[in-house]
């Protein structure tokens, strides 16, 4: 979802995550299974933006768009108050798809045809070009804050990534996926794969999904307007 939406009270009583999408709903440039967040400067009329990118998510995956067998309310929310895409395509992979999001560009044209590199310290592989103009860096441009938290997916090596691609602020994964607990990368022997920046963060044990969304609450609080 990548919406315009206008504030609105968030319900201190629900659980966590709720707390998260209301404040995400009046604050931001943000996506989730990656949070990407963009805030105006203090006083500004300029619209704070919010994008929730969730990852392999079907097109029937949710009530708003026809599921009559899951139960979404924190997704229809978000419909209810922001834009449903009804004729939006996706890529068969998560990394195009991601690209295709942040530049608005097929994401061919960075490079980014299939999967990209993993491990940051991995010897060079696909990692999206650094030519590519993001979301992020647009609206830096335009005076505004950034920041990503969670999955960046769109080149792990520490030449490229999310720093270099007009975010303030990263913490989250480099690569794909991760077991939530020991934030290792899940296929064949695995490697460590959380960082703030490109610097290493060790905290074994601690839910990851819980760790991105208080680090995307905690920016909000201190930069919405």
């Known amino acids: 979802t990548n919406a315009m939406i206008p504030n609105h009270p968030h319900d201190q009583n629900k659980f966590r995550m709720n707390h998260c999408l209301s404040l995400l709903l009046g604050a931001c440039l943000v996506s989730l299974s990656t949070s990407t967040i963009c805030f105006a400067d203090r006083g ?98 335009a005076g505004y804050r950034t920041a990503l938290f969670g999955k960046w997916h ?33 296929h064949r022997n695995g490697f460590h794969d959380l960082y703030e920046g490109t610097d290493r963060v060790e905290a074994d044990g601690k839910y990851f999904p819980e760790m991105m969304t208080d680090r995307a609450v905690e920016f909000i609080d201190r930069n919405q307007h």
């Open 44 to 141: 500004s009329e300029r619209p704070n933006v919010v994008i929730l990118f969730t990852d392999d998510q079907g097109t029937l995956d949710a009530n708003c768009f026809g599921s009559s067998d899951l139960h979404t309310p924190n997704i229809d929310a978000l419909a209810e108050r922001g834009i449903r895409f009804t004729q939006a395509y996706a890529h068969t992979v998560c990394c195009p798809s991601r690209a295709a999001l942040l530049t608005g560009r097929h994401p061919q044209r960075g490079g980014v045809r299939h999967w990209t590199q993993g491990n940051m310290n991995g010897p060079k592989g696909i990692n999206m070009f650094l030519e590519e103009v993001t979301l992020a860096e647009t609206l830096k441009k």
């Open 154 to 186: 769109l080149g792990a090596h520490r030449d490229y990534g999310p720093k270099k691609q007009g975010f303030d602020e990263f913490f989250g994964i480099r690569d794909g996926f991760i077991d939530n607990y020991n934030h290792f990368f899940l």
